[in-house]
């Protein structure tokens, strides 16, 4: 079998229609982190000071949050996968909509001890007290978040990718309304800088959860879906295979988290400054790895439809032409930060220390988001191709040389918080030439689809 040009053509337009709504749906659900970062730098009396409790809370306990979105989210794609009756698609909804309130729960716990353990990870001291006090609200928003993040993926893997969109973009506007309220003291209320951001994330991820549970309660067809069907045993037997790749990705995201946990906590240990100046280049680099993360979905979707179904050109090429139009965009993407790094590092902040910091590191955050970019769409693809525990251990070993990298840079040679970026650039490059050796071995039997281009 050949590949045609017209069937490449088509295959992109697949993917990329497919991507567009995922991304305005990714933009809501991450653009609350921006806006977030970016109106506590600028509406806080103490910018610079909160951003750096803000990015300590997320580079931390937000990592839990992190970890059990993987588990809600590793079996979604299962009801994208052709073949699939309805009912087996409302069983996948539900099964995620349990993990996600197990997953929520411990997350909510672990978020709860911040005020135990952050004193005990050797954080700059100013940091500490004001972190816990946000870990702690923020928690109080975890189920909701995963219980959303569970009915949004439904929607998108079952075609009803805007409706996501404008919830996601309600959300994102009343977020930017309640951040004003309580950051910088609105309407009579005290100035509550970074604290005041985490009740506003809480309240937005409650309201959106109820919002998409009550739409996906009453779609139209949902008799035929099975959604208000009563649960029986047999569904839960059936949910195996799902509920098996959500742990699978959750043991994977726990190890990997945990390993990047480092991370953050060496750029509190660096002080305030730093931590800040990491949050800040991150924070508004954050556009470009939302994009990416709609694109790695969009691949994960492609490729999953296109195992064993003959009128697709198959997952060896599919995976290959989504990573080479993932990458294409990331470079579009980082145009705007190359040519002028110090305008946008002055859109965040004021502070003169921060804004120079940023701009010399700007160069190192475009090229990890480079390297994320065509990494995160193959990373997809060989999930979707079931090759967890090979991606275990590549992310393992990645995030362990990320590690030692990071000490060395940052402490030894004393590089601070620019050694950081620095090993977070190595370790990207080095897990994106990984994940194209193993998926082009991993996807040797479908050579045959890309034997010839006409």
Same mark, same amino acid.
């Given at each position: 079998?050949?590949?045609?040009?017209?069937?490449?053509?088509?295959?992109?337009?697949?993917?990329?229609?497919?991507?567009?709504p995922m991304i305005v749906s990714r933009?809501?659900? /991450?653009?609350?982190?921006?806006?977030?970062?970016?109106?506590?730098?600028?509406?806080?009396?103490?910018?610079?000071h909160e951003l750096a409790v803000l990015g300590l809370v997320e580079g931390t306990t937000g990592r839990a949050l992190d970890v059990m979105a993987a588990l809600v989210i590793a079996g979604l794609t299962m009801a994208a996968r052709p073949g699939q009756d309805t009912a087996h698609r409302s069983s996948v909804w539900r099964q995620s909509m349990m993990l996600a309130l197990a997953g929520g729960l411990g997350a909510m716990l672990l978020s709860f001890s911040a005020p135990w353990w952050l004193p005990l990870a050797g954080?700059?001291?100013?940091?500490?007290?004001?972190?816990?006090?946000?870990?702690?609200?923020?928690?109080?928003?975890?189920? /909701?978040?995963?219980?959303?993040?569970?009915? /949004?993926?439904f929607l998108e893997v079952t075609g009803r990718a805007y409706?996501?969109?404008?919830?996601?973009?309600?959300?994102?506007?009343?977020?930017?309304?309640?951040?004003?309220?309580?950051?910088?003291?609105?309407?009579?209320?005290?100035e509550m800088?970074?604290?005041?951001?985490?009740?506003?994330?809480?309240?937005?991820?409650?309201?959106?959860?109820?919002?998409?549970?009550?739409?996906?309660?009453?779609?139209?067809?949902?008799?035929?879906?099975?959604?208000?069907?009563?649960?029986?045993?047999?569904?839960?037997?059936?949910?195996?295979?799902?509920?098996?790749?959500?742990?699978?990705?959750?043991?994977?995201?726990?190890?990997?988290?945990?390993?990047?946990?480092?991370?953050?906590?060496?750029?509190?240990?660096?002080?305030?400054?730093?931590?800040?100046?990491?949050?800040?280049?991150?924070l508004l680099l954050t556009p470009c790895s939302i994009v990416i993360w709609g694109l790695s979905d969009a691949?994960?979707?492609?490729?999953?439809?296109?195992?064993?179904?003959?009128?697709?050109?198959?997952?060896?090429?599919?995976?290959?032409?989504?990573?080479?139009?993932s990458a294409g965009l990331g470079l579009m993407m980082v145009l705007p930060f190359l040519l002028a790094p110090v305008a946008i590092s002055t859109w965040l902040s004021s502070d003169p220390i921060l804004v120079s910091t940023v701009s010399s590191l700007m160069l190192i955050g475009v090229a990890i988001v480079l390297c994320d970019a065509p990494g995160f769409a193959m990373s997809a693809a060989l999930r979707s191709l079931g090759q967890l525990k090979a991606l275990f251990v590549l992310d393992v070993v990645v995030s362990v040389l990320l590690v030692v990298a990071a000490w060395w840079l940052s402490f030894r040679l004393q590089f601070g918080v620019a050694g950081l970026l620095w090993a977070m650039l190595l370790s990207r490059c080095l897990r994106t030439l990984a994940l194209a050796t193993l998926f082009q071995l991993r996807t040797r039997h479908f050579s045959h689809l890309s034997s010839g281009l006409a």
């Open positions: 079998m050949t590949v045609s040009m017209p069937s490449l053509v088509q295959e992109a337009r697949c993917f990329l229609s497919l991507a567009g933009v809501g659900l /991450a653009g609350m982190s921006l806006a977030d970062g970016v109106m506590v730098a600028q509406f806080s009396a103490s910018g610079t954080q700059d001291a100013s940091l500490v007290p004001p972190a816990a006090a946000v870990s702690v609200v923020l928690g109080l928003g975890f189920v /909701a978040a995963l219980v959303a993040l569970a009915s /949004a993926g409706t996501v969109v404008i919830a996601v973009m309600l959300a994102n506007l009343l977020n930017i309304g309640l951040n004003w309220v309580f950051i910088s003291g609105a309407l009579g209320l005290p800088g970074a604290l005041g951001c985490a009740w506003a994330t809480t309240i937005v991820r409650w309201l959106m959860a109820l919002g998409l549970c009550i739409y996906v309660w009453n779609l139209r067809d949902h008799v035929q879906l099975g959604i208000r069907k009563r649960w029986r045993r047999q569904d839960w037997l059936n949910g195996r295979a799902q509920r098996l790749r959500g742990y699978s990705a959750t043991a994977q995201a726990l190890i990997l988290n945990l390993l990047n946990l480092i991370i953050p906590l060496m750029a509190g240990s660096l002080g305030g400054s730093a931590m800040a100046a990491l949050k800040a280049v991150l691949s994960a979707v492609r490729v999953a439809v296109s195992q064993g179904n003959p009128a697709t050109n198959g997952p060896r090429v599919t995976g290959w032409l989504t990573t080479a139009l």
